[in-house]
């Protein structure tokens, strides 16, 4: 069916903002529209009034809002010559399940353990890639299981596992009654003193410990030399590879580290002590890596790169977090150093200086007042022009036509962030209501018509490029795909997409389409970060 209406497929909270959009195709003109119960009464009739040229989607859209509805209930919404829209539910407890699915995916990404969720989940696997890994280049090698998968592939790579972690800590922190929630799928196995949650995190901590070298430095990943095909983890035998250590690896990791032992602290005093110890020691590395034009795949393997150029960023979180975590000047003193410079912003994979501006502005201690007055105003000149982004968008995304690429949405949901963190300086609900329909855009609002999370909503995404999923031929629930890249990167996506296409319909859900369609750790703790912060926020006006 030709979709023409476009909500939030998984429902909202009764408080939230409610906003519909109506693809228009012939009359260009305001749409009557009407907001019907699932026993067929119709309970508003409003008029989408709002008229949106919209360059990414290149069509017109009309924008209609029915946030009056608040009555807990399943509902759909109609209009003369458009149909209906997916049915949704507005309720107090619409995203738990959603929750609970897009965490549960980390668990699923288990590397070097068996995984087992239930007796017949078709995901069960023995332990993978459990042997010894090579270090590049040497005869030598080194235990370093456990963690992650990545992402569709088998590959566990430092620096953008060490930023899903420090979101999720950042869900937990922030909203610990739905972290709470999380049922931990490892029966069994007991959670010591830590929450499920937090014990999941462990998972990927533990991991990155290994792969600190005996100077400090964090080697940057660990893979086989190239992708595999689609088969499931434990079949994947080939010699695993240890990269040379690089700056970004050993800066994500002394911050991430420092900022879990703060955390886990009064849990877990001697886990604590000993991710204290390695993020120190992880910093003090720092000063002795040299890796101009930052790190490149060494000959031979073929694997994620995860190459970025600039590591100030990176060095910016972690001066930020070890002071806030260890209270000493040095690192507060690096810090300013690099902040003199510039202020750094991003929750990115390659940009991570937003984590250094949370630190620095949540550090409980001195820090420079007209720095950190800076630094607010800076954060706030960032929501205000994603705001005015999302207002012009005719599916309230943050994104704008040029901004549809690889991971889209994955930008969308850390513009969501930035503008909760706006939110959060100000107490304005402007922003809040813009952090949120970057949720309703991931979750359904969206040209594509789609539920960017596979497993959830009325349409989701069904043919993500993810190996397990793939070789067992239905999606693993709760995993946000990458989204439109309008770039058309790959095969699938130059074969099916039309030369021009609009930007924000770049997708292809088919499993071959990994430049639109792959799926993340990092890409689903962003999404499980915002969801904390709008499950927490938008329940209250
Ligand atoms: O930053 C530029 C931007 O300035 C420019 O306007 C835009 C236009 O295309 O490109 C931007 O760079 C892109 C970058 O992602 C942005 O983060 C690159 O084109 C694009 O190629 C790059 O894609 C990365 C991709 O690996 C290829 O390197 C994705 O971010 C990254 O998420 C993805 O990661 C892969 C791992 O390598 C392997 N495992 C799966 C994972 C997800 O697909
Ligand atoms: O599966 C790989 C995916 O995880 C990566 O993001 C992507 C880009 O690096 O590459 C995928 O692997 C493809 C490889 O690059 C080219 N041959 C086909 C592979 C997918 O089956
Ligand atoms: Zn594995």
Redesign the pocket.
Known sequence: MYKRIFVNQCGYLPLMEKLVTFRCCGKDEPVRFHVRKSDGTQILSGIAAKRVENPSAQEINYIGDFSQVTEPGRYDITAEGYGESDSFEIGGDVYGDVFQKAFRFFYLQRCGCAVKPDEDSPYSHGPCHTSPAILYGSSRTKDVSGGWH????Y?R?VAPGAMAVAQLLYAYEENPALAGQYACPDRGVSCQNLTPFLHEIRYELDWMLKMQAGDGSLYHKVSCRSFCGFIPPQFEKDPLVITPASVTATADFAAVAAMASRIFRDRDPGYADVLASASRKAYEALGQIELPGGFRNPEGIT????GDVCDKDERYWAAAELYKTFGEEKYRKDFEALAAERIFHGY???DMGSYGNRAYLTAGRPVDEDLARRIREEMLRLADSLSETVLSDGYGTSLSP?GY???SN?YAANNGIHLYDAYLLTGDEKYRNAAASQLHYLLGRNPMGVCYLTGCGTDPIRRPHHRPSGFVGRAMEGMLS?GPCS?R?DDVARQILPEGIAPAKALVDMTGS??TN?V?IYWNSAFVQLLAEMTLTCGQR
């Open positions: 990545d992402a569709g592939d590959g790579y694997t994620g790169e995860y990115g994979w390659e040029d690429i690889w991971g994955f990458g770039g990167l990994y430049s792959e993340t």
